[in-house]
DNA sequence: TTGTACGCGTTATCAA
DNA sequence: TTGATAACGCGTACAA
């Protein structure tokens, strides 16, 4: 392996490793004949050229860094596949970075993806740490957030995201058309902006029917959202929390699927029906979602599509021709069977 | 972003290139009071180094290739978290190369790797084309395979597994031990070997009892092994199949839980129980595995962890001083409620 | 303890 | 159409 350079290519060939070099990038500047016979030896020698030397000159390593907290998300794992596929297609690598949710990796994981001179930084992370974010500023390579906003605007910031708060606003609508006045929200308190997004949705709507949202017990209301982890357990936890309360909610909207098959379970648990006593709705739309028992109503990101875009945008960001735009991608409702009128409502 | 190099830093502190290289570095040649004025001029100055030209002189990249048919399928996930984890720990990158299935792109993928220089590469890929193998090996640096055996003895070559043949044996052994005779089982034929594995051990239980498997209709059985593709759809096609047939299965043996938990809803579309008419049994013991309908049963793999051995064995072959032997780990049946004794059985 | 000089494998800029 | 020669940013023998 890399045993073997142009130089000794040009030694076998007679001739310089210059014209090795020209003839090997199809440069027009090569008698045709000593090219084919160049590109033969070097395919017989074993020659593949290194990307490393090639990168100090050119000063572009066609790498791009990937910072996601957990690839075990199915989420992010979908959105990793969009970027994927057309990092390879355009020729470019993607160097993985993940920060693990810790402070302290964050840092490491930037510093690493600095010296490794990559051309641009995807971040595919619910959360982007505070301190992280000069950090990542100062590397002077364009970045791509994804499902963030970059609240303070700074120019080599750019994002790819799906509405959330409409997404939020959706969810909870359809709930509230159903016929639902009690309607929960678990959190995900994790998750700074695509969290507080949703809940900001979910309150929207809420108050366009003049429904209070979280009253304090003393108040005489109970809590209607709780914190889950945008996880499996979190969601089981957290709705049992909500099915102890004096005055459960007859619907539930969750931070995500995950969170949502949690409750499911939870509920079934509890003895309950999905959704004759309380309808469930998630977020995201994951392959799960429809196989779930009941099949599970959700808000649908194009999660393929964001990573898709978002890498899209930082060729554009690198080639730095035109200015590129934020893009904000609409969420879409699933309508499955996971969700009905509450039980007031229904015939007997 | 890298405009400034230790020669930049050596001007403004009046010594040599090499001696802030040495400063920077830690080698014990440097007064301690210039070492110290350097490095503080290199914060200053936002001074980092470059990976790409320390790696064409050291001749190594401190980067791994990771070979990945879909990141996608949560099992994958898991273990190239791992993977991950290991990597940072020891100052290691990924770099991540998916070959989606498709033949064209794993001679891309692996050029790629060899090109980028990468110290060692680990594929955690179900399938690993045939033509792929004799290239991986060219490539002359160490290659760790994940859940394959590498079945030509290759120097370069090693491997992580768990013992496919085992758990196959385990999940049939349990279904047996039941009571259930006829017990079908859901492949997936895109990977070879785990999924050939895991059928032996099926059919190694199967005999074990004189049970007969996979009869021609012509001989008056019908079939008991069918095809799924190892995601959600495949298992939900077909366990219809299984279903339709004139002597249905009272239980079956799924390649994964993905497989399983597409069983699981054509069961329940088609109006059956589980586990009252039909048992159900999974293989990898995914997160999700605890929240379905009812609970998985399921061979558990150590996910994580067969991540984590392959990257400390990628090491370990990369350091080279002793040598490496082949990891199997052993798979673990996990009784959830998926599986009970067959109709027969049962007490009415 | 520090500096000089060279090499790592390419690309790029000149001349020839 | 080709060949010297100089970078690119760093590590490291060797000399001082």
Redesign the interface.
Same mark, same amino acid.
């Not at 593949?48 to 030397?53: G, N, T």
């Not at 690598?93 to 993940?98: G, K, P, Q, T, Y």
């Not at 429809?290 to 028992?293: G, I, L, M, S, V």
């Given at each position: 392996?890399?045993k073997v350079s142009i130089k000794d290519i040009a030694k076998v060939a007679g001739v310089s490793h210059s014209t090795v070099s020209r003839a090997l990038s199809g440069s027009p500047l090569v008698r045709e004949e000593t090219r084919s016979r160049i590109k033969q030896l070097a395919q017989e020698m %074993?020659y @593949? +050229?290194?990307?490393?030397?090639r990168? *100090?000159v050119t000063?572009r390593?066609l790498?791009i860094g990937?910072v996601v907290t957990?690839?075990?998300d +199915?989420f992010w794992?979908?959105v990793?596949?969009g970027i994927? %596929?057309i990092a390879?297609e355009r020729g470019y690598?993607?160097?993985?970075?993940?920060s693990?949710r810790e402070r302290q990796?964050e840092l490491?994981?930037v510093?690493?993806l600095?010296?490794?001179?990559v051309d641009g930084i995807i971040v595919a992370a619910s959360r982007v740490g505070a301190l992280y974010r000069p950090v990542l500023g100062?590397?002077?390579?364009p970045i791509v957030l994804i499902n963030r906003h970059s609240e303070e605007k700074e120019p080599t910031m750019h994002s790819v995201a799906t509405d959330n708060v409409q997404g939020g606003y959706l969810a909870t609508r359809h709930l509230l058309d159903l016929g639902h006045r009690r309607i929960g929200y678990i959190a995900d308190p994790e998750d700074l902006s695509s969290n507080s997004d949703r809940l900001r949705g979910y309150r929207q709507a809420l108050l366009e029917w003049d429904l209070a949202f979280n009253l304090p017990p003393d108040a005489g209301g109970s809590t209607l959202v709780v914190d889950g982890n945008g996880? *499996?357990e979190g969601g089981?936890h957290a709705m049992r929390l909500l099915l102890a309360a004096s005055a459960p909610v007859t619907g539930v909207f969750c931070y995500n699927d995950l969170t949502a098959? %949690?409750a *499911?379970?939870a509920i079934?648990e509890a003895g309950k029906k999905v959704p004759e006593d309380v309808s469930v709705i998630g977020y995201d739309d994951l392959?799960?979602a429809? @196989?779930?028992?009941p099949p599970l109503t959700t808000v649908a990101q194009a999660k393929r599509e964001m990573g898709r875009q978002a890498m899209e945008m930082i060729l554009q960001l690198i080639a730095d021709t035109a200015p590129v735009e934020d893009i904000v991608l609409p969420g879409q409702l699933v309508i499955r069977e996971s969700t009905g009128p509450p039980p007031e409502y229904q015939i007997i």
């Open positions: 392996l890399g %074993g @593949y +050229p290194s990307a490393v030397a990168s *100090l000063r390593t790498t990937l957990s690839v075990t +199915p794992a979908e990793v596949g994927e %596929g390879l690598s993607v160097l993985l970075a993940n693990n990796r490491a994981v510093q690493m600095g010296e490794k001179r100062e590397l002077g390579v996880q *499996l089981w098959i %949690g *499911l379970r079934r392959a799960m429809a @196989y779930t028992d």
